[in-house]
């Protein structure tokens, strides 16, 4: 089994600190870790659950693939991150099993993570994130 553990269940939002505000008040919730990832073009909010996050996500640039999904879809679930020993192990596999990937080889995730995106047209409409620590 590659999979080890939920990473993460994204949720793409407009406003990044009413987001924080509501999980605050509704579950009490609080920001474990936050950081703008320059690279996808967003700024997360980590909120600890367990052993996993939920991972509020912001754009901060028009182009980024976060603003594409809500300007398609709106706020909501954006993708699903699952954790893995070996990104590239991994990748690998999904790519064998008929996955598409989005990033052909690992690369450098937010909280020091490596990570790779596989698109949900070969994932049973899920973006999926392996998340390797």
């Known amino acids: 089994m590659l999979l080890t553990e939920i990473d993460h269940v994204a949720i793409a939002v407009r406003d990044l600190e009413a987001a924080i505000d509501y999980y605050h008040r509704a579950f009490g919730a609080t920001v474990d870790h936050r950081e703008v990832v320059e690279s ?22 028009d182009d ?13 679930l ?22 598409t990937p989005i990033d052909h080889a690992p690369r450098p995730g937010s909280r020091g993570t490596t990570v790779a995106f596989v698109h ?8 999926i994130e392996l998340v390797e620590e």
Request: with cysteine; glycine share 12%.
């Open 40 to 61: 996808d073009g967003v700024e997360e909010a980590l909120l600890k659950v367990a052993d996993s996050y939920v991972q509020l996500l912001t754009p901060t640039r």
């Open 64 to 76: 980024s693939p976060v603003a594409k999904a809500i300007e398609k879809r709106g706020e909501g």
């Open 78 to 99: 954006h993708h699903i991150g699952y954790r893995v020993a070996d990104c590239g192990e991994a990748l690998a596999s999904m790519i064998a099993a008929g996955a």
């Open 120 to 127: 949900p047209k070969g994932s049973f409409g899920t973006l």
